[in-house]
């Protein structure tokens, strides 16, 4: 399985941007993906995902702000952010569940998003 992920870059506080991700391999509908991300100094943290059944869990820090989608017939994943704030910035890195552990085993290389006050 490999994961490529796009669409990061600089913005100012209050704008927004809109992250891609694609996987191929053995990807199934069943497998759930997610967006983590992680600043300098900081541990690595969930920010979204999509459950293998399709239910959407969001960080607390970006509800109502970040939006996740996913293109089943393209094995895309998205992550629209709006009114975002300097403390989003962060490498933000796609994540694949392994059908068979249930742990996310596959990972992007990570897209760098950084705002501006």
């Known amino acids: 399985v490999q994961v490529a992920e796009s669409g990061g870059g600089l913005v100012q506080a209050g704008g927004s941007l809109r992250l891609s991700c694609v996987a191929s391999?053995?990807?199934?509908?069943?497998?759930?993906m997610a967006w983590y991300r992680q600043a300098p100094g900081e541990e690595r943290e969930l920010v979204a995902r999509i459950h293998r059944g399709g239910t959407r869990h969001y960080a607390y820090s970006v509800r109502g702000r970040f939006t996740i989608s996913r293109d089943y017939d393209k094995n895309a994943l998205y992550l629209q952010m709006n009114s975002l704030k300097p403390e989003d910035t962060a490498m933000y890195y796609c994540?694949?569940?392994?059908?068979?552990?249930?742990?996310?085993?596959?990972w992007g290389q990570g897209t760098q998003v950084t705002v501006s006050s």
């Open positions: 994540a694949v569940e392994d059908g068979t552990s249930g742990e996310y085993s596959y």
């Open positions: 391999g053995s990807i199934f509908s069943t497998n759930g």
